[in-house]
């Protein structure tokens, strides 16, 4: 899938549109959920134009790999999670419901967050 430049995260990086900011660094920005599924809900997103984490894995430079899994620290550390826990999820096509097409890793916490599918 080609990137689209107009994709809402997009346009919050381009500060076109606010969020309320948790972490950001020279490639990424964390930020939190406007309908947050838990009392944390925080997205991280590389600041490079990848569409989920296959692009990502595809075609990021190391230093933007890097960058990623340490903003997710950040945002752990920031919001205290790192006991009793969290969760991390990042969506990518049709069958995991990804709404918005620019990588983003949700980080949840702040209760028990049960199982971590529900089963159908
Ligand atoms: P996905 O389903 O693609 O994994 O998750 C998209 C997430 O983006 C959802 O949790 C949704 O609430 C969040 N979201 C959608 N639009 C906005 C927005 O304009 N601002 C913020 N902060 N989050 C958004």
Known sequence: MAYDDNNIFARILRGE??????HEDAH??????????????????????????TDFAEKASDAEMG???????????A??????????LANAGANAHQEVPHLHIHVFGGRALGPMLVKK
Request: proline share 9%.
């Open 28 to 53: 990424t920005l964390a930020f939190e959920d406007i309908n947050p599924q838990a009392p944390v809900h925080v997205l991280v997103i590389p600041k490079g134009k990848y569409v989920s984490m």
């Open 67 to 77: 960058a990623l899994n340490r903003a997710v620290l950040k945002v752990v550390e």
């Open 79 to 88: 919001k205290e999670l790192k006991e009793p826990g969290y969760r991390i």
């Open 17 to 22: 549109i606010p969020c309320k900011k948790v």
